[in-house]
């Protein structure tokens, strides 16, 4: 795979962006030298999750060769080098997040664990008969059944608020179903299913003078987008080690210290308790009292070192090489004519959603994956948005740090056989 310097004549048309030796980046992750059905592999289901980088599978060979024990629980050694290991790993989460405290970190398995979190332990004690959640039409299976249920439990309602043909949010749209009942606002940062950037302060604002909460599920902006949930202004942020080069099975949630102080915990176990005796137990104060069993320790440890890794090639240049991806992506889907793209949005990241008229999705994809592109065919744990735009599925190209200009000539190539093989 050829770097910037000798990228494709349509990838030049497209600046590239200064400072990003994007062969170096690639040689980093050692999956993507392989060849898939005898061509080289284009990996283009970054939304779905990422391919890692040889200091994250080194800093977990790394962590089992030398410091490997449980956590907390000890006055060995090796349990105080796996404690420390964790705990440094805690505090690499609250700065790539821009959070103000360690304690305000909680290890949870991903997204999905950190939203359940929320809605069991704050939404069972703060929502109740008659009040409200308030969600969008674009979200994530992760941020819709947790609210789900817990409005069923709690006779509380789920709203919903509307996105308009470019599949945006309109804030308009969204206050206008904010009442005194809305307990809590939950939307995605950026859409999984259409790429679309949410205004997430403008949110924040709206829902906290409304005198609602907002939780924020970050899973497919943290390995895009600068967080910074101060500047945000939300309350709990959520995201998944695995999309942003870790390993799957960790994630964390930030919440607001003041919150989390005041929520009960959700699982019981070891690890979050002061004492427990028949009669009463006392839990930890966060985030030790959300983390009951042993945690994902080696996770948290290459998690910290993927987010290493993704903070020294800076979250801006990443963002603005996606970018490129993106338009040229765009721009080269628009000579086929039967592409349909679903996904317009004027802020939009680096996910681009179509369908090809007459071909359906799992067939595009079963016949990239022979060309060895890979590419996601699916109504991706979004139905309510494929339902908005009346398809039950579409094809999912999304971009990673690595990708070049060459997987997306790979792809567009690889469409226009699809094409001639089912239109003629
Ligand atoms: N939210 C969004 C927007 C996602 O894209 C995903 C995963 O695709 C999730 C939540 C759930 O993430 P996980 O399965 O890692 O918990």
Redesign the pocket.
């Known amino acids: 795979m050829a770097g910037i310097a000798t990228a494709t004549a349509t990838a030049m048309t497209h600046a590239p962006v200064a400072g990003y030796d994007l062969e170096r980046v690639r040689e980093d992750f050692p999956i993507l030298a392989q060849r898939i059905h005898g061509k080289p592999l284009v990996y283009l289901d970054n ?2 999750t990422t391919q890692k980088p040889r200091v994250v599978l080194d800093a977990l060979a790394s962590f089992y060769a030398t410091s490997y024990a449980n956590v907390g629980r000890g006055v060995h050694t090796l349990t105080s080098r796996a404690t420390e290991a964790y705990e440094r790993a805690r505090a690499t989460v609250q700065r790539f997040l821009g959070a103000p405290h360690p304690e305000e970190i909680v290890f949870v ?5 950190a ?1 359940n979190l929320v809605a069991q332990s704050w939404g069972r004690h703060h929502v109740g008969p008659g009040d409200e959640i308030l969600i969008t039409e674009l ?2 299976h ?2 819709i059944l947790p609210w789900q249920m817990l409005c069923a439990e709690r006779g509380a309602r789920l709203r919903v608020a509307p996105v308009n043909d470019r599949g945006e949010v309109e804030l308009e749209g969204l206050t206008a179903l904010l009442t005194e009942r809305t307990r809590l606002v939950a939307v ?1 940062h ?3 299913a259409l790429g679309t950037i949410l205004p997430v302060r403008e949110i924040a604002e709206k829902a906290h003078a409304a005198g609602a909460l907002l939780l924020v ?1 970050g ?2 902006a943290a390995p895009h987008l600068e967080v910074d949930v101060q500047e945000l202004g939300c309350d709990f942020y ?1 995201f ?1 080690g ?2 942003v080069y870790g390993p ?1 099975g960790i ?1 964390a949630l930030w919440g607001r210290r003041e919150l989390l102080d005041a929520m009960p915990p959700w699982q019981g176990g070891g690890g979050m308790v002061m004492r427990v005796t028949f009669a009463k137990t006392t839990y930890q104060p966060p985030p030790h009292r959300f983390e009951a069993g042993t945690p994902f320790i080696e996770g948290a440890v290459a998690l910290a070192a993927a987010l290493d890794y993704v903070n020294l090639l800076g979250r801006p240049t990443i963002a603005a090489w996606e970018d490129e991806l993106l338009t040229l992506l765009t721009e080269r889907l628009a000579e086929i004519p039967e592409v349909r793209l679903f996904g317009t949005a004027r802020h939009k990241a680096a996910v681009v959603s179509f369908t090809l008229d007459g071909v359906h999705p799992h067939d595009i994809g079963t016949i990239l994956d022979r060309e060895g592109i890979a590419v996601r065919a699916g109504h ?2 979004a139905q309510p948005i494929m339902d908005r735009f009346g398809v039950p599925a579409t094809t999912r190209a999304s971009f990673g740090l690595y990708n070049a200009p060459e997987d997306v000539e790979a792809l567009v190539a690889g469409l226009r056989r699809v094409r001639e093989m089912f239109l003629g």
Do not use: F, L, P
Request: charged share 20%; with cysteine; glycine share 8%.
């Open positions: 939304a779905a398995r991903g997204a999905t664990e939203i979200e994530h992760s941020n995605a950026v859409s999984n599920d899973a497919q959520a998944s695995h999309k799957s994630g991706h744990c």
